[in-house]
């Protein structure tokens, strides 16, 4: 994976999340949905801020990370410990991370746009991990990772436990709509401090 990542900037791991933690957290994003924490997701930044259906699709859960959900806790603690481990090996200056709970339903996607804002640098490396029990092919929803000349460099199916890690500001990236509910988390390392731009 961090091979990957340093020679071409994207990385896809399947399998990194067992079987088991996956049924653990689908039940309980399945609660998490009854109990109505998702609202529909925002795109752009500060005055730009707006909702924008046509664009993305999806409903997020932006959870408190000093107050997380007890089953997120130890994926939370990977997720540290990668940030730890990609500043060791590719001295990436990561700072800290964000992340929320996305749940594309059936139908929507996200156009194709890359995660770096404009008035925003900190978001350096992307993250996304699948959370979808028995994904196949014919559900779609795959992620469509381009470079900077729109050429399509993969597509990723979002498997429950694959990981895909691609830096921020270089690789456009689409979500295709799916036929089924489509859920994640997905998340930023940033090179700066939460909260600071
Ligand atoms: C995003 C995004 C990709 C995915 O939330 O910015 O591009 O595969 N998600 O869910
Ligand atoms: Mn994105």
Do not use: C
């Amino acid at each position: 994976m961090l091979e990957s990542l340093k020679n071409v900037g994207w990385s896809v791991e399947r399998g990194w999340l067992s079987h088991q933690d996956l049924a653990v957290l689908s039940q309980a994003f399945q609660e998490w949905q009854d109990e109505k924490r998702f609202t529909p997701a925002k795109i752009g930044q500060g005055q730009n801020l707006q909702q924008h259906g046509g664009i993305r699709g999806d409903e997020t859960w932006w959870f408190d990370l000093a107050t997380p959900p007890a089953e997120l806790k130890p994926i939370l603690v990977r997720v540290d410990a990668l940030k730890t481990e990609i500043n060791r090996t590719l001295f990436l200056g990561l700072k800290d991370w964000e992340v929320h709970l996305a749940s594309y339903p059936a139908g929507a996607g996200y156009k194709k746009h890359l995660d770096r804002h404009q008035s925003q640098s900190s978001r350096k490396l992307s993250l996304v991990l699948y959370l979808n029990e028995n994904w196949q092919k014919e559900d779609g929803g795959q992620l469509v990772i381009y470079n900077q000349a729109s050429d399509e460099l993969t597509r990723v199916n979002p498997e429950g436990g694959t990981l895909v890690l691609f830096l921020s500001e270089d690789f456009p990236h689409e979500v295709l709509p799916a036929k089924r509910e489509r859920r994640s988390l997905t998340g930023w390392f940033l090179d700066a401090p939460r909260g600071v731009l």
